[in-house]
């Protein structure tokens, strides 16, 4: 049987893996991903044949993945996250496809890196959202930019994933400057690092102030709408049911 499954773990609290998740792992033969994201989930990988790899290595991490499910071994690509937001499950799908490879693919959806981030915030997505990557290695800055543009101009709530990397400090100071054409300064944004994880860190700043926090590749950035307000330690992007109901 030529079968593969794309797990998402979740932010990374072996409390957060679903049940699906592990049903499925318990079924692989090898599983393969990133070693940080395994060693998340260690608890549930003992007695597993297991791949590590770099970040940096998806295609090999994919390409092996095939291999092994076109060899009839049942094979688990692990993504932090859901592994079709910004995870592996892109890259294998567009391998398989340009080969048009008969294997049986099934993606195990997992709690996102922004919902996981908002959930320790309050209720910053309540209401229209959007995600953008600053990540530059595949999508050009205009293109980026561009995105952030009109996701200001239409009001939107902003996911940032991705905000800073050691080499790319400067596209997040290019987004905030965009986002400040259209957003008060004190627009609440909240920085969440490693969310679920033993470092987790949270701050919840405004549109002005947050770049002066410490930001990277592990943080989530939330952008409030127009309407986004804090309450004590919490966002809150109102539905706007005061317009209609008695609240």
């Not at 909240?190 to 943080?219: G, P, T, V």
């Amino acid at each position: 049987m030529k079968k593969l499954y794309l797990i998402g773990m979740g932010p990374g609290s072996i409390d957060n893996l679903t049940y699906l998740a592990v049903k499925k792992i318990n079924e692989c033969d090898i599983i393969i991903g990133y070693k940080k994201y395994l060693e998340l989930i260690k608890e549930v990988l003992i007695n597993k044949n297991i791949e590590e790899s770099d970040v940096a290595d998806e295609i090999e991490r994919a390409n092996n993945a095939i291999k092994y499910a076109m060899e009839g071994r049942i094979t688990g690509v692990i993504s932090s996250g859901d592994s079709g937001i910004y995870g592996m499950a892109g890259l294998v799908f567009e391998i398989v496809a340009k080969h048009n490879y008969d294997i049986d693919i099934e993606i195990i959806p997992g709690i996102t890196a922004v919902n996981s981030a908002a959930s320790l915030v309050g209720v910053p997505l309540m209401n229209d959202f959007c995600s953008i990557s600053l990540s530059n290695k595949l999508t050009p800055e205009n293109i980026i930019l561009e995105r952030v543009e009109n996701a200001a101009k239409g009001d939107f709530v902003i996911g940032l994933y991705n905000p800073v990397s050691k080499k790319r400090t400067e596209l997040i100071k290019d987004a905030r400057n965009i986002l400040l054409k259209y957003l008060n300064i004190n627009t609440p944004v909240a920085i969440i690092r490693n969310a679920y994880r033993y470092d987790q860190e949270i701050k919840i700043s405004n549109l002005n102030d947050f770049l002066d926090n410490h930001i990277d590749m592990f943080s989530i950035i939330i952008i409030g709408n127009s309407k986004s307000y804090v309450y004590k330690n919490y966002i809150i992007t109102p539905r706007n049911y005061d317009i209609k109901y008695s609240l």
